[in-house]
């Protein structure tokens, strides 16, 4: 399927490649993928040409449900901390098996990743990196349960670059290897279902 060519004159397209502020007055862009709107003189990553949608003001946008980018704060808006963190959170609670960043995570927000990895650390209490960490071996431990997946493969579904990585986090966290684990929970499973038919 051919992604809907984006309906707006090339003359909007080449102001937000350029970061025009000679155009901050005329419209603001909203990117689908991230839900952010922006000037188009903010100086975030371009988007693809395909997930940009044009808005008059900043209330046509926020009327379709598109957040204030925190960079560039379009007609003065800005998200409140906290929301911005939920919101950076929720994206990493669909992401986490990619490979990510605190600069990606910067980049996706809208933010700098001094700024992010405080404000998450604030309203989190763990920084990005151990949310996702958690989030990857909440995965690795559901798949250890209910799969037969081979170690290394468990370790890249949950979005491990490395198996000895996974590995030594896994046992780091979790007091066992992720063998090691997978044995005593299936041995657990196991006495569980003989008391159960007793």
Not at 161 to 170: A, I, K, R
Request: net charge neutral.
């Amino acid at each position: 399927m051919n992604p809907k060519k984006a309906d707006f004159p090339n003359e909007y397209w080449k102001a937000i490649i350029d970061c025009d502020a000679a155009y901050d007055d005329h419209f603001l862009y909203g990117v689908i993928t991230t839900g952010i709107f922006c000037r188009p003189s903010c100086k975030s990553r371009v988007p693809n040409k395909e997930n940009v949608k044009i808005f008059k003001n900043a209330m046509m946008a926020l009327e379709e449900e598109f957040r204030p980018c925190k960079r560039c704060k379009p007609e003065g808006l800005n998200v409140p901390t906290e929301e911005w963190v939920e919101q950076i959170a929720e994206w990493i609670d669909t992401h986490y098996s990619e490979p990510l960043t605190l600069n990606k995570l910067a980049d996706i927000s809208h933010g700098s990743p001094y700024h992010l990895q405080r404000s998450f650390k604030r309203v989190k209490g763990i920084s990005p990196t151990e949310y996702i960490q958690r989030l990857r071996l909440e995965k690795a431990t559901r798949l250890l349960e209910t799969s037969e997946l081979p170690i290394t493969e468990i370790g890249f579904a949950a979005g491990f670059s490395s198996t000895p990585y996974f590995m030594t986090l896994f046992k780091k966290k979790m007091g066992n290897t992720p063998s090691g684990y997978r044995n005593a929970y299936h041995k657990t499973q196991a006495l569980e279902r003989e008391e159960n038919e007793e």
